[in-house]
């Protein structure tokens, strides 16, 4: 008697054979996922809580030192500094971090007076503004 292959031994064999294809393309893949997971341990996460949060704020509570916001800038090109969004998150270099206590919104509000408080510089290329004289200048030779 003459014995063939019917379709469902075959359904079984070429199934078997595409999972374990599957599981074993499924374990190089994991091997990578693990070293992304290394990767992300070496910054410090903060999520923009509130409007107003700026990269030299964040420095500040994190680092220390407001100058640290454009090594934050260089950390996070996928984000616009300028505008930081509520949600955003900003990666902070563990080295960098001082203070891993999430920012209080006190914070923002005290921040914010100190820029207020700084005097402005006034430019020296720049012209005084003309005094305002209230009696009237007739135009041409004096």
């Given at each position: 008697?003459?014995r063939?292959?019917?379709f469902?031994?075959?359904?079984?064999?070429?199934?078997?054979?595409?999972c374990?294809?599957?599981?074993?393309?499924?374990?190089m893949?994991?091997?990578?996922?693990?070293?992304a997971?290394?990767a992300?341990q070496?910054v410090?996460?903060?999520?923009v809580e509130w409007?107003?949060e700026?990269?030299?704020?964040?420095?500040?509570?994190?680092?220390g030192n407001?100058?640290?916001g454009?090594?934050?800038?260089?950390?996070?090109?996928?984000?616009?500094?300028?505008?930081?969004a509520?949600g955003?998150?900003?990666?902070?270099?563990?080295?960098l971090?001082?203070?891993n206590?999430?920012?209080?919104?006190?914070?923002?509000?005290?921040?914010?007076?100190?820029?207020?408080?700084?005097?402005?510089?006034?430019?020296?290329k720049?012209?005084?503004?003309p005094?305002?004289?209230?009696?009237?200048?007739p135009?041409g030779?004096?």
């Amino acid at each position: 008697m003459k014995r063939t292959l019917s379709f469902f031994p075959l359904f079984l064999l070429f199934a078997g054979i595409f999972c374990f294809a599957c599981l074993t393309g499924c374990a190089m893949f994991g091997d990578k996922g693990g070293q992304a997971e290394e990767a992300k341990q070496d910054v410090y996460v903060h999520t923009v809580e509130w409007p107003g949060e700026t990269l030299p704020m964040i420095a500040q509570w994190y680092t220390g030192n407001k100058d640290n916001g454009k090594i934050l800038a260089k950390t996070n090109p996928d984000i616009a500094a300028e505008h930081l969004a509520v949600g955003d998150q900003v990666r902070i270099p563990l080295e960098l971090v001082k203070n891993n206590k999430s920012m209080p919104k006190e914070f923002l509000s005290t921040f914010s007076a100190k820029d207020r408080a700084a005097p402005k510089k006034s430019s020296s290329k720049t012209k005084p503004a003309p005094e305002k004289k209230d009696e009237f200048q007739p135009y041409g030779p004096k």
